[in-house]
């Protein structure tokens, strides 16, 4: 699931705050990254599918981090 927030400030609208994660469902028994009950599934697809038409947030896929070498 890729997850991004915007947090603006009330008075003006203005984005004071951006937040971007990749979540994974986690079987804990396993101890690994596993398939979501279907309902689970369903209720994320439902989301995903609302979500599609929604403009793609401007900061969206930029990453923060330090060179490699």
Do not use: C, N, W, Y
């Not at 947090?7 to 028994?29: C, F, N, P, Q, Y």
């Not at 101890?31 to 599609?52: D, M, N």
């Amino acid at each position: 699931l890729h997850h991004f927030t915007t947090i603006r400030r009330a008075d003006d609208d203005e984005v004071v705050a951006t937040g971007e994660h990749m979540m994974l469902h986690v079987d804990t028994v396993a101890g690994k990254s596993s398939p979501a009950a279907p309902e689970v599934l369903a209720k994320l697809e439902a989301l995903a599918a609302h979500h599609a038409a929604l403009p793609r947030p401007q900061h969206a896929g930029r990453f923060v981090g330090q060179p490699r070498g």
